[in-house]
């Protein structure tokens, strides 16, 4: 148990929820635009694919930066065909995210074998590229503490630092820009927007081109920094776990940050426990996560209630 | 002089196949409250749409300031000096009033949203057009009246010339419709013109310069306010007369409802009803009188079990209904038609016939051991629709392809089918025709007549002082005022009341709380 | 008088509906054959007969027959489940979890001394539909007691009933030693008998029939399916009525898992398996949305979405196991076919065609956002 | 029956996945395109994908078809082949890293190869213990089950009898294809002090390759010659495997078409094929040679002497 504790408490463990929490956080980000804006978007999961293999291919010819554009672009690109397929011609918009996943998973690997030249589960035959991490060990010379800030400071990824940015970024555009205005009232009753003038289905198609960009972007982030490659299906299910954090983090940019920190945390706590308590069954340790995520959530809704009926109590 | 802006033989077809215009003819002269008007379905909200941008025709011109327009979209409209307050408001509900006003035209620095500067905008355009708001809190927690006051602020601050209101007065209590026409007057004066429509004929003669008429898709005929009397203009639209008087109750019966000293808090804790004692016998209607927000809604719905009881009782027949779930009063003899119908008493998605029988899903006659009566079913939806004169396809149509008076009719239907001992009826006739309005009337007179006792809210005084036997005034959830209906009492007298300016004492009040 | 002859005018229409539905589905599947034929001149050396593989194969030999049907069978019985929850008006998106704990529940009483009884089928399956529906109890519960969403509880006990299965069948049911992540072939008594010898149609086939009528039955027939569709279609109404939608939300989302529960025991007890294994649905639970949302929640046209939709999926894999045209393509293709079916299913006539290529006309959200 | 160019052993490859996992399957699949180019044998491959649900369909398809000889790998597919046989008997069924009950008479004409790898395991992990400083070793295992603990418990095993005091962290990712969860363990185990990992975890193991690589600590190759795949496009990675425990499923696929040809295999019958057969081995290549010093090659060697003559034998999962 102390060890644990010490693990848990520890910088490297610090830095592996960083890490695991990144692509988790780009991809609730991406779902929370989209899901603010009306559109429930279920191809998390695909755009995040294809994110990773774009990125990966891309890097085999250009820098690390233009691959992770490549990315953004290609996640942007799905996010105009579902807007295209269900705002110009109205498909639902689960059976379109459904779609893309199906189309993601099969596409990618075709895509691989073509850039392999046959190989049809990984890159390793392809020289990809790795995101750098942020050295920021010139803060060593901080007296007292500068030690213990390189140590959780530096070594995160570029885009873990992006990643913090955007949730801050997108916080100040959805609450502090007209646009973000905009793309709120577009979610919770379009005709309000629509009155105004506003253009209604152009703000729902920049939302899912945006959360496409994003998803792909945790997908460039996992397969450029996490793991540097691409595999088959190699997402395995994130996209459906940003899914949740999104609703879990109550459709707000902060909630996303911390509801991915979650997952992050207890993903990383299911990697190190096999070491510590080497006793217990792996299976169950991977249901970690998923248990902690259902309770954090009963727990957030029982506590919105209670709070809902004691303010009804107290003015009794 | 060019008119300020004319429609000329417009037509629309809705893809169902509805020909909702059918070459509709309206002229607009600049710095004129026009009015149009038309029963239910004759095409006037879709004309509005049209001017407005969200419908294209598919015939006709527009011509603005003489020349021909064309509107895609609300931008161009408005962007053309066109605004437009919707009979369903267009607002989000969690946006506070400013965001909603501004929404669309925000006022920028850099790439931020200057909430100060769009604060203080709505604050001068409250004030320079009369229509005071508080520009902060979201406007889903505003009454009707305050949220149609924002939605003209927003077509204000889009510096609107002609200023289209699709049915402002249908939710507004008789104060506020003052106040809105205190608006509207600022607004004339000030250059603008506005185009009203309404199915309440003294409120058109009263606002309005000049009047359309419309009637099946077409417009039938345009009038000057000051030549033509209600009954003239009501027999323009309908095509025949129509009288809306009905007679008061001749004997009452029993006491049949009994409430003491009840109380009703909201979900924040705020007290809505406060220590209301009230009593209520069959063969009466017994009008709740009151500005929108004072306890009318919330009485009804506590009474009917739809919100909890704070405190106090309330009998029905000398039986408690407190400890009574929903069903069980409507066993007891309860029934109530609620103030929104599409909010909370239709499923519209659902076959009329389903829902005549939603709240009798545990009556023997249509459910057996579980099962639907099928045949009961449809029989009992054919009965009623003929009853009630419900325009519709059959039983099986979903009640969200007919128009909002019949879908009122349905609820009324449904409500009325059993001769209810004790019915609560919120706003009967909200948006609903001449016509319509006359045989809701009578329903529920009739029920009156056979026996119920019938507690009445509506935010039309004039259907109050029609219908109710004998009237209470509600100011901040307190009776502060009871009368005995007679020809003497005007819409005056009672406002006075609901507005809290003046109270009757314990004394005064006996006599008419019997 | 005028009544009934109002009423022929309705059924009339109807037809005329489903016509026209069935028409546009149809062009909008030859449009997307078109497509995947395009594809498959690319990646296939003999697209013609890859592409006749494609559109015969699961007629062509009874075996292949069986797999059609088998899938059929399974599509329908997910695809009723989502319809269920869809018509409350609920996401619950747990017929997955449903189908491993429910399969689950089957392995059990297959492997009990009861599996070698003639009770093996009917306990098996009611033992599934029970865990099923406590599976789908718990979302709906912590919806209706705590406001819980149950998008996301649904998807999270989803990969905990998968990670479940692993652990129980690694750690409990297999014969002890072996190692392997398979149980033991069930007893014959507790595997259901084929109806075609040779080929996978089995009494899954009976169970997905009647389910299909005894959802059919329970949503038009009765008054829990009244009510069930009153809330669905808006619950401040039910609630006014003296409905307890809250009860009702929550008997839905269970009776939903015991379909997935029933799904489960059909995987592990029908002659696909016959057995327990991890992993074993494949991600088929999930198409159900897709189904339901085709059939739009009405549980008749469930299964005739899943007849469809099962013979393009095997006349895919088909292709996939008789031909060189790459399984990876064989996703892409389905894809496709489903956006344009999709597409299709929300337009009227004419217009999608138009639709496709021109210019939206004046958009509607005023209409939508008003009703 | 004589075999000819014209008149060819049509061979059908049914894989339980597809192919490039880099071990496994791209092992048997080179097995059996050898097999097309240096004997009269014509082959099909089919690929049934990850859904378990149709690797019987696409067994049965494969059989329907008529080809004279169909190959399936693993437990999962032993069941199928085994009811498969007997309704099928002028067909020949090869099953690889399983076996049927043959007792029961269902399976004369089913060819089964099984690998005891735990023997090069053993080596491997001999190796390992020697060269770790930390004194502490990683696994990492797909999924548990006995073709894959196998390796482990000959590995395991294998290290202790090195060093008595090792000690040997353990992962399970519950997946063959996470590389990025792979990396995640890896990094885990190699921040818990291990510096020699042995991941047998297909691609979820090749994420955890790059952590080793990375770290510049040492790693173990799994199935095939894994140094050797990445030497040509990342030679940092092939730098820390200094050796691979190879589980040569293709050779042995390819000894057992000829000899289908020959006449000569042995249909009917499990064949368990370890190091003396050649089937299972550690490489002994460049990078074996330039990482593991001289001595503790010849100890390596002495040990593999041992267990192929019989004096030693490792523990085994396989039966
Ligand atoms: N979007 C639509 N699709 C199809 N039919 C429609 C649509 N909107 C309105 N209609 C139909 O067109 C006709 C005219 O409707 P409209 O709303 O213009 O009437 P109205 O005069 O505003 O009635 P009311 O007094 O009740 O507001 C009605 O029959 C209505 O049912
Ligand atoms: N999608 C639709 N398809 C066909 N008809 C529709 C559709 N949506 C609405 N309608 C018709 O539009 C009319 C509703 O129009 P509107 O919103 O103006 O209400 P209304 O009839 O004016 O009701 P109210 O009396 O409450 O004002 C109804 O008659 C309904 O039949
Ligand atoms: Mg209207
Ligand atoms: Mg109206």
């Known amino acids: 148990m102390i060890e644990l504790f010490m693990t848990v408490f520890s910088a490297t463990f610090f830095v592996t929820v960083v890490r695991t929490s990144t692509p988790l956080l780009l991809s609730t980000l991406g779902g929370l635009i989209a899901d603010l804006s009306g559109a429930l978007n279920v191809a998390l999961e695909g755009m995040m694919l294809v994110g990773c293999l774009t990125a990966v291919i891309v890097s085999v010819f250009a820098p690390w930066y233009v691959a992770v554009l490549a990315a953004i672009a290609a996640g942007a690109l799905l996010g105009a065909v579902m807007a295209f397929f269900h705002l110009r011609l109205k498909a639902d918009i689960i059976l379109v995210g459904f779609a893309i996943n199906i189309f993601a998973t099969g596409g990618t690997v075709f895509a691989l074998t073509l850039a392999t030249g046959g190989d049809k589960g990984t890159s390793i035959n392809l020289p990809s590229k790795a995101i750098p991490a942020l050295d920021l060990s010139f803060l060593g010379v901080i007296p007292g503490i500068g030690h213990t800030l390189v140590q959780f400071l530096s070594g995160h990824s570029i885009l873990s630092w992006v990643a913090a940015f955007l949730v801050f970024a997108i916080w100040y555009f959805l609450y502090r820009t007209p646009w973000g205005l905009w793309l709120r009232g577009v979610g919770e009753y379009p005709a309000a927007p629509e009155a105004a003038g506003i253009p209604v289905n152009a703000i729902r198609a920049w939302s899912l081109l945006v959360s496409g960009a994003l998803a792909a972007l945790g997908g460039a982030q996992l397969a450029m920094f996490n793991y540097v490659g691409f595999t088959r299906d190699m997402t395995a299910g994130r996209g459906f776990i940003a899914l949740g954090a999104v609703l879990l983090g109550a459709r707000h940019p902060v909630g996303a940050l911390l509801a991915a920190l979650l997952f992050g945390f207890f993903e990383a706590l299911a990697v190190v426990m096999p070491g510590l308590f080497n006793w217990i069954p792996a299976e169950l340790i991977r249901m970690i996560p998923f248990i902690v995520t259902v309770l954090a959530l009963v727990l957030f809704s029982y506590r919105a209630m209670r709070a809902r009926q004691l303010r009804t109590l107290s003015k009794i | 002089m060019t008119p300020l802006l004319q429609a000329i033989d417009i037509g629309k077809t809705y893809p169902g196949g509805v020909v909702a215009n059918d070459g509709v003819n309206l002229t607009i002269n600049a710095g004129e409250v026009h009015a149009v008007v038309g029963e239910n379905g004759a095409g006037k909200s879709t004309l509005m749409k049209i001017l407005f941008g969200i419908e294209r025709p598919d015939r006709g011109t527009l011509l603005l300031d003489g020349k021909p327009v064309s509107f895609t979209n609300p931008r161009e409209a408005i962007d053309a000096g066109i605004g437009m307050v919707f009979q369903h408001f267009s607002l989000v509900p969690s946006f506070s009033v400013y965001e909603n006003v501004v929404l669309g035209s925000e006022p920028r620095t850099g790439v931020r949203f200057d909430r100060q500067q769009a604060i203080e905008a709505v604050r001068a355009l409250s004030e320079k057009f009369r229509l005071s708001v508080d520009p902060l809190p979201p406007v889903g927690q505003l009454p009707v009246g305050q949220q149609q006051r924002v939605e003209i602020l927003k077509a204000l601050y889009r510096d609107a010339r002609i200023l289209i209101l699709d049915e402002p007065t249908a939710v507004l209590a008789p104060q506020e419709v003052e106040e809105l026409f205190v608006a509207v007057r600022a607004l004339v004066e000030q250059g603008r013109t506005v185009i009203f429509i309404a199915h309440k004929l003294p409120e058109v003669l009263e606002i309005s310069d000049r009047i359309t008429v419309m009637r099946a898709g077409k417009s039938v005929g345009e009038v000057a306010a000051s030549e033509v009397t209600e009954k003239s203009l009501a027999t323009m639209m309908v095509g025949r007369e129509v009288a809306l008087r009905v007679d008061r109750a001749a004997n009452q019966g029993a006491l049949t409802c009994e409430i003491k000293a009840l109380k009703v808090t909201g979900e924040n804790g705020t007290t809505l009803v406060d220590d209301l004692n009230l009593r209520v016998h069959a063969g009466e209607i017994v009008g709740l009188v009151g500005v929108e927000g004072n306890g009318q809604s919330e009485l009804l719905e506590a009474v009917a079990g739809l919100r909890p009881i704070a405190d106090g009782v309330a009998y029905l027949n000398g039986r408690s209904l407190t400890s009574l779930s929903i069903l069980e009063r409507r066993a007891a003899g309860l029934a109530s038609i609620p103030e929104d119908r599409l909010a909370r008493g239709l499923a519209t998605g659902a076959s009329v016939a389903e829902n005549l029988v939603a709240t009798r899903l545990d009556d023997k006659r249509y459910v057996r051991n579980g099962l639907l009566d099928l045949k009961a079913i449809k029989a009992n939806a054919e009965t009623l629709i003929e009853r009630f004169s419900i325009r519709v396809g059959g039983p099986g149509a979903a009640v969200g392809t007919l128009s909002g008076g019949n879908m009122q009719k349905v609820v009324v239907a449904r409500e009325l089918s059993e001769q209810p001992k004790l019915l609560l009826v919120n706003q009967p006739t909200r948006g609903v025709d001449l016509g319509a309005t006359q045989f809701i009337w009578r329903s529920l007179t009739d029920a009156r007549d056979a026996g119920a006792a019938i507690l009445l809210s509506s935010a039309d005084l004039s259907e109050l002082l029609a219908l109710a036997d004998r009237l209470v005034v509600l100011y901040r959830g307190k009776i502060v005022a009871a009368f005995v209906n007679s020809d003497d009492l005007t819409p005056e007298t009672l406002g006075t009341y609901m507005l809290g300016i003046a109270t009757q004492t314990p004394a005064e009040m006996q006599g008419a709380l019997r | 008088m005028s009544m009934t002859s109002e009423a022929v005018l309705g059924r009339k229409a109807r037809w005329a509906n489903i016509r026209r539905e069935t028409g546009r589905a149809l062009a909008a599947a030859l449009i997307a054959l078109g497509v995947a034929f395009i594809i498959i001149l690319f990646t296939s050396k003999a697209p013609l007969e890859a592409f006749n593989v494609l559109l015969t194969a699961p007629i062509s030999r009874p075996r292949t027959i069986g797999l059609w049907i088998d899938d059929v069978a399974k599509l329908t019985i997910t695809g009723l489940a989502f319809s269920l929850v869809f018509q409350a008006r609920q996401f619950s998106m747990g017929v997955q979890g449903q189908v491993y704990v429910g399969g689950l529940a089957a392995a059990y009483v297959a492997l009990s001394p009861i599996g070698a009884t003639w009770l093996a089928i009917p306990v098996g399956v009611l033992c599934a539909m029970i865990a099923g529906g406590f599976y789908g109890f718990i979302p709906g519960i912590a919806k209706a007691k705590l406001g819980a969403n149950e998008i996301v509880s649904s998807l999270m006990l989803n990969y905990i009933a998968i990670e479940l299965c692993n652990y129980l069948v690694r750690t409990q049911l297999v014969p002890p030693g072996s190692g392997v992540l398979t149980t033991n072939d069930f007893p014959a008594t507790a595997v259901f008998p084929a109806l075609v010898a040779g080929t996978r149609i089995d009494i899954g086939l009976i169970l997905a029939i009647v389910a299909v009528l005894a959802v059919w039955f329970a949503l038009y027939r009765t008054a829990w399916g009244l009510k069930l569709r009153l809330v669905g279609h808006n619950a401040q109404f039910a609630e006014y009525s003296g409905i307890r939608s809250t009860v009702i939300m929550v008997s839905a989302m269970t009776v939903a898992g015991a379909l997935g529960g029933l799904l489960g025991a059909m995987f592990v007890q029908g002659q696909s398996y016959g057995k327990l294994t991890i992993l074993f649905e494949g991600g088929l639970a999930f198409e159900g949305i897709l189904i339901a949302i085709v059939a739009r929640s009405r549980p008749l046209a469930v299964p005739v979405v899943a007849l469809f939709y099962g013979y393009l999926r095997q006349g895919a894999q088909l292709m996939n196991i008789r031909t060189d045209v790459p399984s990876e393509v064989i996703g892409v293709v389905t894809a496709i076919i489903i956006l344009l079916v999709a597409s299709s299913f929300s337009l009227p006539g004419r217009k999608f065609f138009a639709r496709l290529f021109g210019r939206d006309p004046a958009s509607s959200a005023v209409m939508e956002a008003g009703k | ?319």
């Open chain 4, 1 to 319: 029956q004589e075999y000819t160019a014209e008149n060819p052993l049509t061979v059908a490859l049914v894989l339980h996945g597809t192919r490039g996992d880099k071990s496994f399957l791209d092992s048997a699949t080179a097995g059996v395109e050898r097999a097309a180019a240096e004997l009269p044998v014509e082959i099909k491959i089919i690929e049934a994908g990850y859904d378990r649900g149709r690797w019987e369909p696409a067994l049965a398809d494969a059989t329907d078809t008529g080809y004279d000889v169909v190959i399936v790998g693993t437990f999962d597919m032993t069941g199928f082949v085994a009811k498969l046989a007997p309704e099928y008997p002028d067909t020949k069924f090869i099953i690889f890293d399983d076996s049927p009950d043959f007792s029961t008479g269902c399976c004369s004409n089913v060819l089964a190869l099984q690998y005891q790898t735990s023997a090069a395991g053993y080596l491997a992990g001999y190796a390992a213990a020697k060269l770790s400083t930390s004194g502490i070793l990683g696994t990492i295992i797909g999924m548990e089950f006995p073709t894959v603990t196998d390796f482990k418990v000959g590995f395991d095993e294998g290290a202790k009898a090195a060093n008595p005091d090792i000690q040997i962290l353990n992962t399970v990712a519950g997946t063959f294809s996470d590389p990025a969860k792979g990396k995640e363990m890896a990094l885990a185990q190699l921040g818990q002090g291990a510096d020699v990992i042995f991941p047998i975890a297909g691609g979820t193991g090749i994420g955890a390759l790059q952590a080793v690589r990375d770290a510049g600590k040492l790693a173990v190759g799994v199935d095939s010659d894994q140094a050797e795949i990445f030497a040509e496009t990342d030679p940092a990675q092939a730098d820390v495997i200094f050796t691979s425990v190879e589980k040569k499923v293709g050779d042995s696929l390819f000894l057992a078409l000829q000899q289908t040809i020959d006449g000569t295999a042995a249909y009917g019958s499990a064949l368990l094929l370890g190091m003396p057969e050649g089937a299972v081995g550690i490489s002994k290549n460049s990078y074996y040679e330039k990482l593991v010093p001289a001595e503790i090659r010849s100890e390596v060697d002495a040990l593999e002497a041992k267990i192929n003559s019989g004096e030693l034998v490792p523990a085994t999962d396989m039966k």
